[in-house]
């Protein structure tokens, strides 16, 4: 799969900077992409695992599978963090969680090897103590016109008839975190760098 214009410049970046990371702990350098609904998050981490050299390389685990329906936000970050980052912190394999949106229950899980390189990608992905795991943040600011049109082009009358009870969840998460001030790079809705902390 080839990175998409928007986030081609971007994805470069952000492997470079990920390749000399240093994590927190343990072996995996952990890059969170986070942002809210629509801003072009799961395009962005693929476009950064193609650029690191692929899935059997950089895998990527998507925070959509980790949320227990359209009310989990929340919950999924304590859950991204006792079932992926520290088991691949302590050096073994983790199972990732992977709820059936359209059975509504937990499906069989995604395993994630340790490798020098994992890409979370989601709503809540770099919100603390999840954030504290990752060696590289990521922040994508969109106005919210852009990212609902997008969302809306992409999951169709799914969305729809959630997009506020999402948003409401997004807002409080984040108001208590301040993840959007604490992530290393910032990008824009054209995939430019607007922000980025010094290193």
Known sequence: MRPSHRHAPAAGTLAQRLRSATPPSGRTRVLAIDGRAGSGKSTLAAAVSTAL?????APVVAMDDLYAGWSGLAQSVPRLVEEVLIPLREGREALAPRWD????????PMRVPVTDVLIVE???????PAGDHAALTVWLD??????????LARDGATFAPFWDQWAQQEEALYATDDTAARADIVLDESGHIRAEAPR
Not at 53 to 57: F, L, S, V
Not at 101 to 108: E, K, Q, S, T, Y
Not at 122 to 128: A, D
Not at 142 to 151: D, L
């Open 122 to 128: 989601g709503c809540g992905s770099s919100v603390r």
């Open 142 to 151: 969109v106005p919210e016109p852009i990212r609902r049109e997008r969302a």
């Open 53 to 57: 050299g692929g899935a059997a390389i």
């Open 101 to 108: 949106w359209l059975a509504g229950r937990w499906g069989p």
